[in-house]
């Protein structure tokens, strides 16, 4: 078979991981897998005639987000998305604690996306970073179709590129419980974000917090995976005893940064809520 990989496209879901990350907070995306991690981590990734397709013909297969922008191009230029699946592959254990690096790291990102979703009383084009809406009946995100700009400390002011997308963008904004009421001029919408009561602040700051306890589970699963990975290379003679505890040594060290890092991102939070 003449082909450089398999490409499975997946309908809201940006690769594979440990669990259903539309269900689980703390699940894991893999970057990379082999036909044997499905097997041994009872992953249901993908029906046996393409797993077949990609083992016989030592094919990798790319899962990845069909619903994202630009991802077939991405994915057929050979740029790095989604999780890819290929045959067993010997890694370094550099290789391994950059893989958990790179991980760890995404985790903090990701912990900085959701808490962005939290107002802090304040206006803050971020806030509208989850509305999508339908245009030419696909589902586009609000900031590639207009301008988002902040005329004062709590008001957004939207200004579409497409001034027929009004009504569209205007429903889009109702839907997404932002719990903001759009006020449409015919040109533009303005959005006041209403300013946060005490208590109010207080159970946001205990939002923060719980968010922060999820992304630390996953920086720790991060840190498990790259364990047991470390210890089959070391079991399988790809580094000797002093290597594997050097490696697991800076394993921890990265652990230790993520964690920090994840902390550091809630107090910054936190802070701006009860500044607000």
Not at 30 to 46: C, Q, Y
Not at 256 to 265: H, M, P, S, T, V
Request: glycine share 6%.
């Amino acid at each position: 078979m003449n082909a450089d990989a398999i490409l499975m496209a997946k309908n809201g879901v940006d690769g594979v991981y440990s669990a259903d990350p539309n269900k689980d907070e703390t699940a894991v995306k893999f970057e990379r897998l082999t036909h044997m991690d499905i097997i041994e981590k009872g992953l249901n990734v993908m029906d046996s005639t393409a797993s077949t397709l990609s083992m016989d013909n030592d094919i990798p297969l790319v899962v990845f987000n069909l619903n994202t922008p630009g991802n077939i191009l991405k994915v057929v230029r050979g740029d790095k998305i989604g999780t890819t699946i290929e045959g067993e592959k010997i890694m370094t254990g550099k290789e391994i604690l950059a893989e958990a690096k790179e991980k760890m790291a995404k985790s903090g990102d990701a912990l900085k996306r959701t808490l962005a979703d939290i107002r802090a009383g304040r206006a803050n084009a971020s806030l509208l970073n989850t509305v999508t809406v339908e245009y030419y009946g696909a589902p586009t995100p609000l900031n590639q179709l207009a301008s988002i700009t902040i005329p004062e400390a709590r008001q957004l002011l939207i200004s579409p590129y497409d001034k027929t997308t009004l009504k569209d963008i205007e429903r889009a904004i109702y839907e997404s419980n932002l719990g903001l009421t759009p006020q449409n001029d015919g040109e533009t919408i303005r959005l006041v974000v209403p300013q946060l009561t005490e208590d109010r602040r207080k159970e946001l700051v205990k939002d923060v917090k719980a968010e922060m306890e999820k992304a630390k589970v996953a920086v720790r699963n991060v840190r498990r995976e790259a364990m047991d990975d470390l210890k089959k290379g070391n079991k399988d003679g790809d580094f000797n005893d002093d290597e594997f505890h050097d490696l697991e040594k800076q394993v921890q060290e990265e652990t230790d940064a993520g964690i920090k890092n994840l902390e550091q991102i809630a107090a910054d939070k936190e802070k701006e809520l009860l500044e607000g």
